[in-house]
Antibody, heavy 115, light 108 residues
Framework: EVQLVESGGGLVQPGGSLRLSCAAS????????MSWVRQAPGKGLEWVSV???????YYADSVKGRFTISRDNSKNTLYLQMNSLRAEDTAVYYC?????????WGKGTTVTVSS | DIQMTQSPSTLSASVGDRVTITCRAS??????LAWYQQKPGKAPKLLIY???SLESGVPSRFSGSGSGTEFTLTISSLQPDDFATYYC??????????FGQGTRLEIK
């Protein structure tokens, strides 16, 4: 079964760091484009980052320089390293496989940035 | 950046109605447009990709059309399970993906 499972969310103070993980099963992360999307409480969807199968990475302006997307091929897992976190980064973070569009999504992990 | 504008923001309709949601792009995105359905507390679900291609397993009452800057999602006969929020998404370039602000479809 094709599946994505996120983990690593939690409560962190402003300025802190967190690393999210997204474990894939049923397909190979490194053969696909993979993305992170977030949703602040009561708000719409916001694209955060993408990693191409070739390894190129891209970010939304709102997280550029603070977040880093990566993957571990041996673990078939996608990551999002989040540094210098701000209150406005509070959201549910989803990972998604990018095929024709985002065709497989995880259930999400919640990040709360608060003192 | 390509901006996506959905209308309406909220739509009230009844079971059996035909409804249409519109999405406009700030510049041409060819047919690189997807539609998603999201229910409260759940991840988005892909309905339509490449403007008009129906994702596997999605009921045929959902359809998409358009190209360039104007796109529509149509539900031909609303079912109780269809009341949700719908988002369009452009992926003209995978390095700069943007979503519309969402359309909440509610029961009249």
């Amino acid at each position: 079964e094709v599946q994505l499972v996120e983990s690593g969310g939690g409560l962190v103070q402003p300025g802190g760091s967190l690393r999210l993980s997204c474990a894939a099963s049923g397909f190979t992360v490194s053969s696909n484009y993979m993305s992170w999307v977030r949703q602040a409480p009561g708000k719409g969807l916001e694209w955060v980052s993408v990693i191409y199968s070739g390894g190129s990475t891209y970010y939304a302006d709102s997280v550029k320089g603070r977040f880093t997307i990566s993957r571990d091929n041996s673990k078939n897992t996608l990551y999002l390293q989040m540094n210098s976190l701000r209150a406005e980064d509070t959201a549910v973070y989803y990972c998604a496989r990018v095929s024709a569009a985002m065709d497989v999504w995880g259930k999400g992990t919640t990040v709360t940035v608060s003192s | 950046d390509i901006q996506m504008t959905q209308s309406p923001s909220t739509l009230s309709a009844s079971v059996g109605d035909r409804v249409t949601i519109t999405c406009r792009a700030s510049q041409s995105i060819s047919s690189w447009l997807a539609w998603y359905q999201q229910k409260p507390g759940k991840a988005p679900k892909l309905l339509i990709y490449k403007a008009s291609s129906l994702e596997s397993g999605v009921p045929s009452r959902f359809s998409g059309s358009g190209s360039g800057t104007e796109f529509t999602l149509t539900i031909s006969s609303l079912q109780p399970d269809d009341f949700a929020t719908y988002y369009c998404q452009q992926y003209n370039s995978y390095s700069e993906i943007t979503f519309g602000q969402g359309t909440r479809l509610e029961i009249k």
